[in-house]
């Protein structure tokens, strides 16, 4: 080691026919592609794109089956007042499917979270800005309990969050006794918890607190994961575990965090779900788990984990908004919105693998 | 020469079990200023467990690690990165469908000055952006022309030099590869020789751990034999053939007295 300028002094034998080839390495491909590349290569890179595109499509094919109606900014107002609660669930889920989880549990914390919240106010007359705070205490330590059993006892989310659905379903019926507290009881004793359920007109439209809230969620959770450290350590935990790990990233400790965050807005949900129902209802949004992953997977969030955009959900949950309002205007019957939806689901998926095998 | 330095890093009569399996069995590891180790042994000699302990992967049951004559313990990878220590990993630790510019500062994302970057924790994208292409040009990787490109559009040698330009950059005191060249063609291996001599040429000591005893006889300075779990000795490329090495190392001949080029 004493001459270190020495150390790239022979090359081996069988190298020396290298310096007669080409010398570059690894270069670009500039090869021409056919149009079918290049859209599965322009998706790879903005995989946004794709429930935009849908969107787009379905609001102007809607236009034209169910008339100038679609478009009154009335009805437009409607649909972003019908997916408020959904897209509130699916920016929760969007963080955990971000990390390669699921979380089967986020409409069962969000429903016992407004029972939690409704029973504090009115059952036992805790001011209702304070019962709202325990409730979104309780949603992180509802979702911090999801995250302690994925990271600390190793166990799959599915599993985890099946159980903790069910977990928190029997809590929510034994605290409520299954029983709903009426919109005239919150009108009386706690008209803070309705909030969400105002409106502000503008034109035709009645824009409510509600959507306001969900579209406030998109924008601080989209600003978290593409602008600080966190939001980063979040998709490469999802793209590659190991790899996060050894980058340095406390891999179980964000997770954790992932799950606690997902239950908070869950809980901000609950809260703008009693001001969309107008009451406590202990039996409403039993489909919401399912609805808000179908919002993600449509939103070309990868249940993969780390890959997509947290816009991608919103979009997801306008599209079902759109199906939804478009097949009603159109009198077509609600079983064929949900027929719809399930088809638009496995496209989307479809979709999303198509674009991941993208050739590099 | 080599002996007037005190050795950068070094160990001494470090174990690691793994339930009955003891991977690593009183082993000893000296790495000195400037120089390029090369740790050869057969598969299961516990290579990977000596360069896992180093980096702080995973630790270790008994034994010390000093780095500069200062004992360490560490228990994560990110206390060995800020004591200086940067690891390549044989699978490279990159994160596929981040960009270059992201996964070189992943871990150590720079924020914002300014209220933005103090409260709001805002990442100085642009900063992050400029930096990892000056390092990627200064290793003469710039064939890599857009920086913000995810990481799974490149080919194998220029990820590999993404994981090396990311180690070099960061590195201040030790830089350990496990298998730069173990996935890669001719070419590509002949770059990433030529990336390893560069780090080196910046006075940067550099653990090298491979199969390839062509590559570990070309590049490396002093080559440290490992067996059974530990240290069985350390010789200079220019004292010994490839064959003595591999025989050393698979057990098929005696080994020299282990100070020989210590």
Redesign the interface.
């Known amino acids: 080691?004493?001459e270190?300028a020495q150390?790239?002094?022979?090359?081996?034998e069988?190298?020396h026919t290298?310096d007669s080839?080409d010398s570059?390495?690894?270069?670009?491909d500039h090869k021409h592609r056919n149009l079918f590349d290049t859209v599965q290569h322009f998706l790879h890179?903005n995989p946004t794109m794709v429930p935009v595109i849908v969107l787009v499509f379905s609001i102007i094919i809607f236009g034209f089956v169910a008339g100038p109606k679609f478009f009154s900014p009335f009805n437009l107002s409607l649909i972003l007042q019908q997916v408020a609660v959904i897209g509130i669930l699916a920016a929760a889920q969007s963080l955990v499917i971000l990390t390669a989880g699921i979380d089967l549990s986020v409409g069962a914390i969000m429903v016992l979270m407004s029972v939690i919240m409704g029973q504090l106010a009115i059952t036992l007359g805790v001011p209702a800005p304070i019962a709202i705070i325990i409730g979104f205490i309780g949603g992180i330590a509802a979702g911090a309990l999801n995250g302690f059993l994925v990271t600390r006892i190793k166990l799959p989310p599915f599993i985890v969050t099946l159980g903790t659905w069910n977990i928190f379903f029997a809590l929510n019926l034994w605290l409520s006794g299954a029983q709903s507290i009426r919109s005239q009881t919150l009108d009386e004793i706690a008209p803070l918890l309705k909030f969400f359920g105002e409106s502000i007109a503008i034109g035709g439209a009645r824009i409510t607190y509600g959507s306001i809230l969900m579209l406030a969620i998109f924008g601080v959770l989209w600003?978290i994961l593409n602008?600080?450290?966190?939001g980063?350590?979040v998709?490469?935990i999802g793209?590659?575990k190991?790899?996060?790990?050894?980058?340095?990233?406390?891999t179980n400790r964000t997770l954790i965090m992932v799950y606690g965050l997902a239950g908070l807005v869950c809980a901000v949900g609950a809260w703008a779900s009693i001001g969309r129902v107008g009451s406590v209802s202990p039996q409403s949004f039993q489909e919401a788990n399912l609805q808000s992953i179908t919002a993600v997977v449509i939103g070309g969030i990868s249940l993969f984990g780390?890959?997509g955009s947290i816009i991608g959900p919103l979009i997801g949950a306008l599209i079902v908004g759109v199906f939804n309002s478009g097949l009603r205007l159109a009198g077509v019957d609600v079983l064929w919105q949900v027929f719809a939806i399930g088809w638009l689901t496995i496209i989307a998926v479809a979709i999303d693998q198509w674009i991941r095998k993208v050739s590099? | 020469?080599?002996n007037a330095h005190t050795p950068v890093l070094k160990a001494r009569g470090i174990v690691k079990r793994y339930g009955r399996v003891t991977a690593l069995d009183r082993a000893d590891f000296d790495l000195?200023p400037?120089?390029?180790l090369a740790v050869i042994g057969d598969n299961g000699a516990g290579k990977s467990s000596l360069i896992k302990a180093l980096s702080g992967?995973i630790t270790i049951d008994e034994g010390s690690i000093e780095l500069d004559g200062k004992p360490i313990g560490f228990t994560?990878?990110?206390e060995a990165?800020e004591a200086g220590i940067e690891?390549v990993?044989q699978?490279?630790?990159?994160?596929?469908?981040?960009s270059i510019a992201?996964?070189m500062f992943?871990?150590?994302?720079l924020?914002k000055p300014g209220i933005m970057g103090k409260y709001?924790?805002?990442?100085d994208?642009k900063a992050m952006q400029r930096i990892a292409r000056e390092k990627l040009t200064e290793l003469g990787l710039m064939?890599i022309?857009n920086i913000n490109q995810?990481v799974?559009?490149?080919?194998?040698?220029?990820r590999q030099g993404v994981a090396v330009a990311r180690a070099a950059a960061f590195g201040s005191r030790v830089v350990i590869m496990d298998e730069p060249t173990a996935a890669l063609g001719?070419?590509?291996s002949?770059?990433v020789?030529?990336l390893i001599?560069d780090v080196?040429?910046r006075g940067m000591p550099i653990v090298l751990i491979s199969h390839n005893m062509?590559?570990v006889f070309?590049?490396a300075?002093?080559i440290h034999v490992h067996r059974l779990g530990k240290r069985l000795c350390t010789i200079k490329p220019d004292d010994y053939s490839m064959s003595d090495a591999v025989a050393f190392m698979t057990g098929a001949k005696e080994a020299p007295d282990i100070s020989d080029a210590a």
């Not at chain 2, 992943?106 to 994302?109: D, N």
């Open positions: 080691m004493s270190p150390t790239s002094r022979k090359k081996q069988y190298e290298l080839s570059s390495v690894a270069q670009f890179g600003y602008h600080t450290s966190w980063r350590h998709y490469a793209d590659d190991e790899a996060a790990e050894l980058s340095g990233i406390r780390g890959r590099a | 020469m080599s000195y400037g120089e390029i992967a994560s990878p990110m990165r690891t990993y699978n490279l630790a990159l994160s596929p469908a981040l992201d996964n992943m871990g150590r994302e924020r709001f924790g805002a990442l994208h064939t022309q995810a799974e559009t490149l080919s194998g040698g220029q001719v070419k590509e002949r770059r020789l030529e001599a080196k040429a062509p590559h070309e590049i300075d002093r």
